[in-house]
């Protein structure tokens, strides 16, 4: 009876083990917890590079956004703003043909996504599904305005 009793409760202690690593795993969550060392990007982010993967010309396709960028505080408040789930692996979505990589430079190191205009979120080779469907409109927005608005390059 005791060997039974044992076997039950180390069997339910995996379980539990289990069911919260998933839960973890796939619950929503802030896209700024979930990808950075940080709570608040206005803070720590410097630079914003952003690159077009629909844009065919190379040169066109780069946008940088640094801390003097008229849209730098408005693109931090609609990435901090971003909520994410994560996608099962075998329900892979993301398609690099379309969309944006973005690349956050701060506290010396930098952090790289690609979002497409799904609402999906690559990112250290796990998919994300945007929380909202507006915001991730609203996000693509403003990086059109971002890349409309950025010097001249020769």
């Known amino acids: 009876m005791k060997k039974t009793w044992i ?3 180390v069997l339910v202690t995996i379980l539990v083990i289990i069911l919260v690593f998933y839960w973890n ?3 929503t969550k802030k896209l700024v917890e979930a990808f ?13 590079t952003i690159i077009n ?11 940088i956004i640094d801390e003097e960028h008229p849209l730098h505080p408005t693109v931090i408040n609609s990435i901090e703003k971003l909520t994410v789930k994560r996608i099962p692996d075998y329900k892979e979505t993301f398609s690099f043909s379309e969309g944006y990589s973005v690349f956050f430079i701060y506290n010396n190191t930098s952090n790289h996504i690609y979002i497409n205009k799904n609402g999906i979120v690559y990112f250290n080779g796990k998919e994300y599904e945007i929380q909202g469907k507006e915001i991730v409109k609203d996000l693509f927005e403003i990086l059109e305005r971002a890349e409309k608005n950025k010097p001249d390059v020769k």
Do not use: G, N, V
């Not at 993967?53 to 946008?63: G, H, M, N, P, V």
């Open 7 to 9: 076997k039950r409760t």
């Open 36 to 48: 950075f060392d940080t709570y608040q990007l206005s803070e720590e982010i410097h630079d914003i």
């Open 25 to 27: 795993e796939y619950r």
């Open 53 to 63: 993967l629909s844009e065919e010309d190379i040169l066109k396709a780069f946008t």
